[in-house]
């Protein structure tokens, strides 16, 4: 069930691109990405490179291209990338590390989606006989399964000591770091200091229909043009994604705080319910455990879904709701009605 009517909180990817950004994608510039260069792409790329203090940037069809783009840049076959152990890369890109990069994921638990500098030394490999060596560290911010929580600057300056004391590059995925950073106040370009690589993502809170970003270093992005040609992702008159990119900036970053206050309201009226918990989000991920006698949260997603409110199950016990531009006061009123009826 989805269209006109419906609450759709199952992701923020289920925006639908606006009058305003659709206007700017039928008047973007457009060349052949592939053959030559875009102007748009150009000027998107420049201005998320800048954005994120970075040398150059790239622009993806996805985020998963782009995160397996950076692991194959990173990493060689037969070696180790330490992860989150709830990260987007390690259980929701089909282990790509594996059958594109020949590359080990070593998951690292963490309180919240804030990996510690201390339990990541212990996960890298002492380089001896008879062990993989590591080559990559990755870390999620925002962290998605964390319920959109944001790894604090401080949190992200440990790792980055800890990978430059043992000569390890960093892969932030950053596809959600511009809630992080409307969130936390923290820039974008300090928090992707923290890394070689960041990719980040306009296809979520940002509202467009397509796209993410690598940023890093010239050299290195300049070689993950070949990798994303080879993986099929060159594209051409892509200005028109672009273009609605470039709107996004204009117009989309700064109001992912209403949605950060609408997850935060969302989650205090579920929390009031008998029979589920919520923790107030950092941003516009909203976790709801079920935690009633006789009922699970496959039920309570049913019993939403036939009021016209579609959330997502998270796990045993566990119900994603993620705020977005597409979701108003009165659809968060509609969520909170249908739980209170859902879980009666
Ligand atoms: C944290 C995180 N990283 C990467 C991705 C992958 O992005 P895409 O769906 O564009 O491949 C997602 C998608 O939801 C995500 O949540």
Redesign the pocket.
């Known amino acids: 069930m989805t269209g006109a009517g419906v609450v759709d909180l199952r992701?923020d990817?289920v925006t639908r691109p606006s009058p305003g950004m659709r206007r700017a994608m039928a008047d973007a510039e457009v060349g052949d990405d592939v053959l030559g260069k875009d102007p748009t792409v150009d000027l998107l790329e420049r201005r998320v490179a800048g954005l994120l203090g970075k040398d150059a940037a790239l622009f993806f069809p996805?985020?998963?291209?782009a995160?397996q783009t950076a692991l194959l840049l990173h990493t060689r076959p037969g070696t180790e990338a330490i992860c989150e152990a709830e990260s987007?890369v390690f259980h929701?890109e089909y282990a790509d590390a594996a059958w594109l990069s020949g590359v080990q994921l070593h998951p690292v638990r963490s309180e919240g989606g804030e990996l510690r500098a201390s339990d990541v030394a212990r996960a890298v490999r002492p380089g001896d006989r008879h062990h993989p060596s590591t080559t990559l560290v990755c870390v999620?911010n925002t962290h998605?399964m964390h319920g959109g929580s944001v790894v604090p600057l401080a949190a992200m300056q440990a790792i980055s000591e800890l990978a430059t004391e043992r000569s390890l590059p960093v892969h932030l995925?950053g596809?959600?770091l511009w809630n992080a950073s409307v969130a936390s106040g923290t820039s974008l370009a300090d928090f992707a200091a923290c890394a070689d690589t960041v990719?980040i993502?306009l296809?979520?809170g940002l509202g467009c229909p397509v796209g993410?970003l690598l940023a890093g270093p010239a050299d290195l992005i300049s070689h993950a043009w070949t990798v994303r040609k080879r993986l099929g992702g060159g594209m051409r008159q892509v200005g028109i994604l672009a273009g609605a990119g470039l709107w996004a900036l204009d117009n989309n970053v700064e109001r992912l705080a209403e949605d950060h206050e609408r997850a935060r309201w969302l989650a205090r009226e579920a929390d009031a319910l008998d029979g589920l918990r919520a923790d107030p989000p950092d941003t516009n991920i909203v976790m709801i455990r079920v935690e009633k006698e006789g009922l699970d949260e496959a039920a309570v997603a049913d019993g939403l879904e036939a009021r016209g409110v579609l959330v997502l199950s998270a796990g045993p016990g566990r119900l994603r709701a993620v705020t977005h531009l597409d979701v108003d006061d009165h659809g968060v009123e509609r969520c909170v009605e249908a739980l209170r009826e859902a879980v009666a």
Do not use: I, L, P
């Open positions: 992701s990817t996805s985020g998963t291209q995160n987007h929701y999620e998605n995925d596809a959600r990719m993502s296809s979520k993410s």
